[in-house]
Structure formats: C-alpha cells, structure tokens
C-alpha cells in the first residue's frame, strides 16, 4: 500500500497463487478483516488508504479469493464512522458497480502477465523438451530472453541438468546451451551458481528416480568451471556448506560473490535484482562490507559507475541497510583510504564525493559526519577526506553540484526534475487536492531532492499571495515524505536567494520571515534554524 502500482500488482497477484495451496479461503478472509480493523491506522501513515484498500478488496472479489457475500458480511462487524466500513463502500459503489469492473480492476496497476511460478516452471520445462528435440541452441536463448525473467533463470539452470542426468542423449546439448547462454551474458554468473547450488541440494532425491546422479554431477561441475561458464568460488562454497564454515571463510565467500553482484549491477543498472541478490545471501552483519566494496570498485571506473553507486546507496538505506551500515561502511573505506590511494590517484577527492553525495541524497545526516570522523585514527588522511566534504556540503548552491557531481549516469536529470515539482506544484495551486499533489511528489522518487520542493512552494506562495502551499508542506511533513533536513535545506536556499526575489516581490523577506516562524511552531524547523538563518541578510551600522 505504501509502494509504487508495480507492487499493488504483485501483491495482488502473489494473493491469488497463494489461495487454497498455501493460504486457506478462511485466512485470506480473516487477513482481510485484520486489514478493514487497521484502516483507521492505516490512513495515519497512507494518505489514500481507505481507496487503495478497496481496490485490493475489489481486486480480491475478481480474482474470486474473496466471495462478493464478504462485503455484506463484514459491513455488519464494522461501526459505520470507521474508515474500515468507508473501505468496503468504495470497493462495493466505485469498483465493483461498475460496467466492465473485472477488467478495469485487472489493469487498474498495470496488469501483469500474471505467470505464476507453477506456469514459469512448466514453460521453462517446454521450451527445454523442444530444444532437446531441434538442437536449436540460437532458438532456445531466444525463448530464455522472452521469458522476460531474469531473476529466476537458475530455475532454467536446475531443469536443464536434470533433463541431462535424465536422458543421456541430451548432456551434450544441455551443457552446449549453457555455455553458450553464460557467454552471451544471458544467463548471469550468480544465477548459474545458484542453479547448480538448488540441484545439489536435491541430489539425494534425485537420486531415487536417477540411480546415477551425485557422479553426473559430479563429472558436470569440474568441466563447467574449467570451460569458464560456471564460477570456481561454487566449490568452495559447496564444500564449505558441508562443514561448517569458519568467519574468515564466511567472509571470504561473501566478499567474492558482492563482487559477482556488483558487477552484474553495473551492466544491467538493475537495483531490485541486486537487492534480491543480497537478500539471497543472507548476511546483513556484512552490509557495511558490501559498502567498502561497491564504493572501491566504482572508485576505479568511470563516473556511470559512481553516480550508479550513489542511487544504490540510497536504495539500499530505504530498503534494507541502516543508518550504523552506512556510517560503518564508510568508516572502513576511509580507514584504508591511504592503500586505496596507491591504486586511485584521486581517491580522496572521490571519496569525498560520495560522502557529500550521501548528506545531500538524505542516506546520511550531516551529523554522521561527526560519527564517521570519531571513529577514525587521529590525523589520518580519512580526517582530511571528511573535511573536503563538509566543505562541499556547505558551498552555495551544493544539492544541485553534487546530484551532478558524475554527470547524473542513472537517467535522470536536475532539469527535469524541477520541471516535474513545478508542474505539480501549479496543478495543486489551481485546485488540485492534496493527496494527489503527495503522490507525485512520492512518485518522483527522490527523497534527497525534497528540498526543491520547499522552496518552489515558498516561492509560489509569495508570488501568488495565498498560503496554500503551507498546507500541502504541513502535510508532506505529517506523513513523514519532507524530512525536517529536507525542509531546513529548502528553507536555506530561498533565505540565499531572497535578495534576488525582493526585486520581483518586494515584501519576499517580510513573507520569508513569517514563513519560517511559522515552520518553526508547527516544528518543521528547528527553534535555532531562525537566528543563523536571518543572521546573515542584517547589515549593522556604526552610529
């Protein structure tokens, strides 16, 4: 509920292949009447609960996990103030009333193919039998590249060994394709790995039905590592599973498959997939390690790489690293900063980057900095990397120079960001409503950028002479979607610009002022935001 249409979907689709196999009718209904009880809290933390939970409710209807009798039924155990009880309306009035409603509630996210991984796997199974058949190894990558699911080709990985321990004539073939998949980059090195880890976990009940499995697999591995397609670090770890491994091995392992992840990372720009890779492996005691290591290997390539490493970052902080993974990373990055150097010329000043990157992009507060910094030997040289940082920060005009410090290699740009804030910002101010306004800005997805958004919003309310914009801040900062960093930021670029404004709006410094005490009771800003930001506009004269 509090994601993007792409994950409204998926978990609308996930619901339905987990009915009646994983999760009985009766669960799936009681999830559902937990759900309409928790609307009330919802709607603190999702401005537009009551209406995305409908759809779900809906969606559910359609699907047929949910018979339509619920929505009587649960009316009658739900007081009719509630917002659990406005849910169920909106899904009845809005949604399910209306002509063509199965249809426009399939679509309504985006649709999606709706594969399930039942279907997944038996499509992988027929495109396998058919290439056995034709021997047309170009044909069946085709097929593997229109299954259009990168994360799940160790699924293809696992079936095509099986099918070459299965039958005899096939082995050949079986390890032609995957070579050759490996080679074209269609079949990623951690895929493969995992693909040949999934099968020799069911080895042993392979070996009921294929007598001669373990010594076929055994004879397939040495051969795939020695033909280049599958990664030598699969039999260290293989074997390590098995006895139990020790913290140097552990870690080890770990560091040699980030690389892999990594790298894979920075050919395909895909986020959700490494993070699923990491998940995967399941060590988030190293997350500051996966830091060290992205930050060193984009050090060493071009600035695609480094603006890349930087959107991870931020990713990574919002989904599942913490604020002590981050400072901890750089901490370790900065202890061997000097060794670093020997390799990168520049290091320093690239490191530098990426932690005044981090403060501007909201991963790190600039009191991190302090952390950092205590953490270090004194005098070394990563006391010197931290103070070329704060002093990016705190030049003029440093949100805009450092989110173009690499050029802005992810796709998007400054430009075009301020111009989509504008654009939304009109459209709130000409009678738009306030939920949708939040929306946008959430949709921009860039969080670090929020500051734009508050001072376009003060602007405006100074040019247009009405206090609207106060009210969708209010709001932006309730939900928790501007930081009080952010605002403090956005706050701080108008006060820089005030003398510029006064010539097209000449009261702007008497509004800027109003504006602030009134950010600083309704605690947007902090009480000693106001002395240091009016400080340095006063001019005192001798008498």
């Not at 987990?18 to 009880?37: C, E, H, K, T, W």
């Not at 739900?78 to 659990?84: A, I, Q, V």
């Not at 997944?120 to 495109?127: F, Y």
């Not at 040699?256 to 890779?277: A, G, K, N, Q």
Request: proline share 3%; charged share 30%.
């Amino acid at each position: 509920m509090d994601r993007h249409d792409k994950e409204k979907e998926m978990a609308s689709v996930l619901l339905s292949s987990l009915y009646a196999d994983v999760i009985s009718p009766n669960q799936i209904r009681d999830g559902f009447v937990m759900l309409l009880d928790a609307a009330d809290d919802l709607a603190v933390d999702i401005l537009d609960a009551v209406n995305i939970l409908a759809l779900f409710v809906a969606r559910a209807v359609v699907d047929e996990i949910l018979p339509p009798a619920f929505l009587t039924r649960a009316k009658k155990t739900l007081p009719e103030s509630s917002k659990g009880y406005q849910v169920l309306q909106t899904a009845e009035k809005s949604y399910l009333s209306a002509p063509h409603h199965a249809e426009l509630l399939e679509r309504r996210w985006g649709g999606s193919i709706h594969v399930t991984v039942e279907e997944m796997k038996k499509k992988i199974a027929d495109l396998l039998r058919e290439y056995v058949e034709s021997g047309d190894t170009f044909e069946a990558c085709r097929c593997i590249r229109e299954l259009g699911v990168s994360f799940f080709h160790h699924e293809v990985v696992k079936r095509a060994l099986v099918l070459a321990m299965e039958i005899q004539a096939a082995e050949l073939l079986m390890l032609k394709l995957l070579k050759e998949a490996a080679e074209e980059g269609l079949i990623s090195s951690s895929q493969m790995v995992k693909g040949f880890a999934r099968l020799a976990e069911s080895l042993d009940d392979l070996a009921l039905d294929i007598p001669s499995a373990k010594t076929l697999f055994l004879s397939i591995v040495p051969k795939a590592i020695s033909e280049g397609w599958l990664d030598a670090s699969f039999t260290k770890s293989s074997c390590e599973d098995g006895e139990g491994q020790s913290e140097e091995k552990r870690l080890r392992r770990y560091k040699e498959e980030v690389v892999t992840i990594i790298h894979e990372y920075f050919l395909s720009d895909d986020i959700p997939e490494l993070i699923r890779s990491l998940e995967d492996l399941g060590l988030p005691e190293f997350n500051p390690i996966f830091l060290k290591k992205l930050v060193t290997l984009a050090l060493d390539r071009k600035n695609r790489e480094k603006e890349m490493a930087s959107v991870l970052l931020s990713a990574l902080h919002i989904e599942i690293f913490s604020t002590e993974d981050i400072v901890n990373g750089f901490v370790m990055l900065l202890e061997s900063a000097e060794d670093t150097a020997l390799d990168i010329l520049d290091a320093s000043t690239e490191l530098a980057l990426f932690l005044a990157r981090a403060v501007i992009d909201d991963v790190l507060a600039p009191l991190n900095l302090d952390e950092i910094a205590s953490k270090l030997s004194p005098n070394c040289s990563g006391s010197e990397t931290i103070r070329m940082a704060r002093s990016l920060i705190t030049a003029r005009h440093a949100g805009e120079r450092l989110l173009r410090c690499w050029g802005g290699g992810t796709g998007w740009a400054v430009e075009d960001a301020k111009d989509k804030i504008m654009k939304l910002l009109e459209e709130y101010e000409s009678g738009g409503v306030v939920a949708e306004a939040c929306q946008c800005i959430r949709d921009l997805g860039m969080p670090f950028f929020n500051h734009e958004v508050v001072k376009k919003a003060l602007v405006m309310a100074m040019e247009k002479k009405n206090d609207r914009m106060l009210d969708l801040l209010q709001v932006c900062f309730d939900e928790g979607l501007i930081t009080i960093n952010q605002m403090s930021k956005g706050f701080t670029r108008v006060k820089d610009g005030l003398d510029d404004l006064a010539l097209d709006i000449p009261n702007a410094k008497d509004k800027f002022s109003f504006y602030m005490e009134y950010a600083q009771k309704k605690g947007w800003l902090l009480t000693s935001f106001g002395s240091s930001a009016m400080e340095a506009p006063q001019i005192v004269t001798a008498s």
